[in-house]
């Protein structure tokens, strides 16, 4: 049974920064794509980062240069580093294999101004 749990999220300034983790369980964790998606108020989730099995990273445009993702394979756990930190990447955030149904119960990152 796949399991998802994230952690990490918090209110926080403009500009401020955090570190989101998943710690992932039930399945072979090291050779699977992991995603980030967060999912703002009154809107649809969406993908904000991906890091591939063999560790290539994609993110949307609209946190480039700001956000990192990166995983530890002995912990089962992925990371997500949000620097820069704006008013519009207030949302829930979720991490997703997408190889497998399920969804943890997300962290709710909030930035004020």
């Known amino acids: 049974q796949v399991q998802l749990v994230e952690s990490g999220g918090a209110l926080v300034q403009s500009g401020g920064s955090l570190r989101l983790s998943c710690v992932a369980s039930?399945?072979?964790?090291?050779?699977?794509?992991m995603n980030w998606y967060r999912q703002p108020p009154g809107k649809q989730r969406e993908l904000v980062a991906r890091i591939h099995g063999w560790g290539e990273t994609n993110y949307a445009d609209s946190v480039k240069g700001r956000f990192t993702i990166s995983r530890d394979n002995g912990k089962n756990t992925v990371y997500l580093q949000m620097n820069s930190l704006k008013p519009e990447d207030t949302a829930v955030y979720f991490c997703?294999?997408?190889?497998?149904?399920?969804w943890g119960q997300g962290t709710q990152v909030t930035v004020s101004l």
């Open positions: 997703n294999a997408p190889r497998y149904d399920g």
């Open positions: 039930g399945f072979f964790f090291s050779i699977n794509d």
